[in-house]
């Protein structure tokens, strides 16, 4: 298996523009997460969906994001307007929920840097 | 909430040395995970342990989860250079679809 694959790896925008993250997740895998990582404030959990449907979205900073999940191989985490504050390395990861253990599979990473 | 906390925050130490690390809780995980980070990349994760008082080991290192399922250790033993990274644990509860991660400890072995 390839594995979680994120798309772009690093992204590098001004403040104001769209900014759109992309993720494929394992096949097979019902669960997805989109988390962010700072040094401030580490790992922090966006939202997370199962079966292709939001199931909690209380990390999500503000209105400029959103996440979509249109299919079990594809999930988007939308930008906009960017921030700098917004400039983090956000993860992707995948899990089959139910099987016991929720373990999760990370993707790279998408580096974002807004100027 | 739940909160899972890890001490130390940083860790420094020789190649050859032991150290442990520590993750707290003061609420009961159906199973807990280890992940290792390394710089640029996603973490990756080591182990899981889902039964109280268990202890896994993986090469010079070992894992143990409480009796209550509350709290977990990881020991390294004689460290090396390459066990260098940001280990992370995280609790997962029966049905709960997420998994709460710590903070994390940063550990630089020297060689």
Redesign the interface.
Known sequence: DAGVIQSPRHEVTEMGQEVTLRCKPISGHNSLFWYRQTMMRGLELLIYFNNNVPIDDSGMPEDRFSAKMPNASFSTLKIQPSEPRDSAVYFCASSLAGSGTDTQYFGPGTRLTVL | TQLLEQSPQFLSIQEGENLTVYCNSSSVF??L?W?RQEP??????LV?V?TGGEVKKLKRLTFQFGDARKDSSLHITAAQPGDTGLY?C?G?RTN????T?G??TTLTVKP
């Open positions: 159906s199973s995970q992940y640029g990349e996603g973490p990756v994760l899981t889902v992370l995280a997962a709960a679809g997420k998994s991660f903070d994390g």
